[in-house]
């Protein structure tokens, strides 16, 4: 079983398998989120912590779970682990509740859980599932960071809020809106594709 | 017990969603008063900062929110406060933004010719666009600002307007409808509030 060895799945989520840029999954949030890095980075903590308790739940009621209904109780405790993520933020975290609003409920809608769920905790083990979701959270933690990084810095002139550019810079309107996502995220897949298959050719 | 029957299916999902459920009203129960305690001190922050007082780190809020509204009536539209010897009236409004509705609160001075603060509690707008509108940038240009004929916020330009003599503040760009939203609900509020004040004092 070396397929499944820790090592191997980390490398597979955060580049080989990477969930933005070879699955494409979850691109509805990349598109949305990404003008600003810290609620970028709290979303995508919070798609981490679900894809990784969803696995282990899923893992866990994969021999109970009924083939017919499969999918609509894998929706059922995404649903209840990002809830769970709301209300934590909420009591907590109020500041960063109010500036993601709707987007923390929009985590359930983010295929990368429900996809790790089907192509991996239905078969294997709780412990390597919860792996396999933190790591897919990764892979899908630092692309967006990285274009939440570029459109920040030229929509604002600003990185987590902090201004970082001269006031004299003029800011990029089209960074702040969702087509520049579009732009910088082909541009990742682009890029990252172009590295694998010189790294297959090389070998 | 076969799996695929439809009484096992039937009640195992039924099972599932009822312990689910239940652990989510559990944990919304145990987190009700901090979110509570969290939405009185987000209120009472945006009534004094609504009024023109600053908030400080250090600052107990709801004591100085006492003190600032001896008399405050949450019946009322609008609470009377005193700054340096000047009557403030500030009272809270909603209205609808993009998504959904945008609530707050207006600090006028009594001839209705200034806006004293302007503050969001809750809003639902697009993170990072409409969203914001919670920004200080922003809602640092209604202060002091000239309503006498009415305010206008701005479509095109950028970083702010800081002339507070033409009843003019910077909309947010990329979120023409949200900054349109508020246009038409500051306006509202300052006719609503003019005319319940002029209801108290019998003009």
């Known amino acids: 079983m070396n397929d499944d060895s820790p090592s191997k799945i980390l490398i597979d989520n955060v580049w080989h398998n990477n969930p933005i840029f070879i699955q494409i999954l979850g691109i509805c949030s990349t598109l949305a989120v990404t003008n600003n890095m810290t609620n970028t980075l709290i979303m995508t903590l919070g798609v981490m912590f679900v894809a990784a308790f969803t696995n282990v739940t899923v893992s866990l009621l994969k021999n109970f779970i009924p083939r017919k209904v499969r999918m609509i109780l894998q929706t059922l405790i995404i649903s209840f682990y990002v809830i769970i993520v709301d209300i934590l933020l909420r009591a907590y975290l109020p500041e960063i509740s109010k500036a993601l609003g709707p987007y923390v409920g929009l985590i359930i809608t983010n295929c990368i859980i429900m996809g790790r769920a089907e192509a991996f905790a239905q078969s294997h083990g709780p412990l390597i599932s919860a792996w396999d979701g933190i790591t897919s959270g990764l892979g899908y933690l630092w692309v967006l960071m990285v274009i939440a990084f570029v459109r920040e810095l030229m929509g604002f002139g600003t990185l987590f809020g902090i201004a970082v550019l001269p006031e004299s810079f003029t800011t990029w309107t089209i960074m702040v809106m969702a087509p520049s996502a579009f732009f910088l995220l082909g541009s990742v897949l682009w890029f990252a594709k172009a590295m694998i298959l010189k790294q297959e050719r090389g070998k | ?203």
């Open chain 2, 1 to 203: 017990m076969k799996k695929d029957t439809l009484a096992y299916t039937v009640i195992f999902t039924a099972i599932s969603a009822f312990i689910f459920v239940s652990l989510l009203s559990l944990a919304f129960g145990a987190t009700k008063g901090k979110v509570e305690e969290n939405n009185k001190i987000t209120e009472a922050r945006a009534y004094l900062t609504a009024a023109g007082i600053p908030l400080t780190e250090e600052m107990d809020v709801q004591s100085e929110f006492a003190s600032a509204y001896p008399n405050f009536d949450e019946t009322k539209s609008f609470q009377e406060t005193s700054i340096n010897g000047e009557t403030i009236l500030v009272g809270p409004f909603q209205g609808n933004g993009l998504w959904g509705s945008i609530s707050g609160v207006l600090g006028l001075t009594t001839d209705f010719e200034r806006i004293v603060g302007f503050e969001i509690i809750t809003h639902v707008e697009t993170p990072g666009l409409g969203g914001r509108i919670d920004e200080a940038w922003f809602k640092e240009q209604f202060r002091g600002e000239f309503v006498g004929e009415g305010l206008i916020v701005r479509h095109g330009g950028s970083g702010g307007d800081s002339d507070s003599e033409n009843g003019e503040v910077d909309g947010i760009t990329g979120a023409s409808r949200t900054s349109d939203s508020i246009q038409e609900i500051i306006n509202r509020q300052i006719i609503n509030m003019k005319s319940a004040y002029g209801g108290t004092t019998n003009e």
